[in-house]
């Protein structure tokens, strides 16, 4: 298996305009997990789908951020309008089951000028 | 509220054995998980406790005591790639697989 996928790796993009963030799971994976990961807070849980559904989205931000996973091998993390504090490093990762080891997708690197 | 405790940094000769302690507070606290991460990689898994005790995976073993709230991971045998950050993880029972990351503590490994 590929493992994680994620793309775009690296965006660069002006304050103000749309960010679209994508990830492909594991296959067979039922859990995927959209985290953030800054110097200041650390990694942060954003959201998570079981089953292609959203769970628990407690650790998204604000409106401008959401996320979607239309079917099992695919999930998109967006961010309408982007802003400068929003530059991070976005992972995706995805787990078999919900005792299981999370396995995590290289990364976005995002930065919002 | 959720939190977990690990020292910011750590330093080490080849060679040598560390331990990396972690102390948490979480509620419906389940297990406690290992993460390893390379600067500009991703976070990779290392290790994980469900029960009280120590696991033993090769040069790296991890340890939990559910009645202290406490763990910690043991790295032997010091070796220049394993110059990294390591995050300690709770996993939250509930049937859900969330994990809550400690801020990680910074291993430098030096000759």
């Known amino acids: 298996d590929a493992g994680v996928i994620q793309s775009p790796r690296h965006e660069v993009t002006e304050m103000g305009q749309e960010v679209t963030l994508r990830c492909k799971p594991i296959s067979g994976h039922d859990y995927l997990f959209w985290y953030r990961q800054t110097m200041m807070r650390g990694l942060e849980l954003l959201i998570y789908?079981?089953?292609?559904?959203?769970?628990?989205d407690s650790g998204m931000p604000e409106d401008r951020f959401s996320a979607k996973m239309p079917n099992a091998s695919f999930s998109t993390l967006k961010i309408q309008p982007s802003e400068p504090r929003d530059s991070a490093v976005y992972f995706c990762?995805?787990?078999?089951?919900?005792?299981?080891?999370?396995?995590f997708g290289p990364g976005t690197r995002l930065l919002v000028l | 509220g959720q939190s977990l405790e690990q020292p910011s940094e750590v330093t080490a000769v080849e060679g040598a054995i560390v331990q990396i302690n972690c102390t948490y507070q979480?509620?419906?606290?389940?297990?406690l998980s290992w993460y390893q991460q390379h600067d500009g990689g991703a976070p990779t898994f290392l290790s994980y406790n469900a029960l009280d005790g120590l696991e033993e995976t090769g040069r790296f073993s991890s340890f939990l005591s559910r009645s202290d709230s406490y763990g910690y991971l043991l790295l032997q045998e010091l070796q220049m790639k394993d110059s990294a950050s390591y995050f300690c993880a709770a996993t939250s029972s509930g049937g859900y697989n969330k994990l809550i990351f400690g801020a990680g503590t910074r291993l430098a490994v030096h000759p």
């Open positions: 789908f079981n089953n292609n559904v959203p769970i628990d």
């Open positions: 979480t509620s419906g606290f389940y297990g």
């Open positions: 990762a995805s787990s078999p089951n919900w005792e299981e080891t999370q396995y």
